[in-house]
């Protein structure tokens, strides 16, 4: 079991910044892949960010490419993700993920998930 803590969520104007924290519990976080994804009311869960078990590796959906920033500290058990001008259409709930495998975009890689941090952006 890897149990997940995300935080940082909340409110905020377009253009605004907020960083999302996830925490894991254990001696395994490490040796996982993380990944955040969003799921906005009546859509699908989707891929916005992955990062490999050392952060040497990033992976982005398109549409964040140069706004968000995932990052991690192992020394921490924390993955993180910088969100930067912020947009309307980014109102949603985010979920960090921990998995084994490399594909990241795949909600499918992911065997535990944490229990969701609520984003919104204003116009």
């Known amino acids: 079991q890897v149990p997940l803590v995300e935080s940082g969520g909340g409110l905020v104007q377009a253009g605004g910044s907020l960083r999302l924290s996830c925490e894991a519990s254990g001696r395994t976080f490490s040796t996982y892949s993380m990944g955040w994804f969003r799921q906005a009311p009546a859509k699908e869960r989707e891929f916005i960010a992955g990062i490999n078990w050392s952060g040497r590796s990033t992976y982005y959906k398109d549409s964040v490419k140069g706004r968000f920033i995932i990052s991690r500290d192992n020394a921490k058990n924390t993955v993180y993700l910088q969100m930067n001008s912020l947009k309307p259409e980014d109102t949603a709930v985010y979920y960090c993920?921990?998995?084994?495998?490399?594909?990241?975009?795949?909600?499918?890689?992911?065997?535990?998930w944490g229990q969701g941090a609520q984003v919104t952006v204003s116009s």
């Open positions: 993920g921990a998995g084994l495998s490399s594909t990241y975009w795949s909600p499918n890689t992911y065997a535990y």
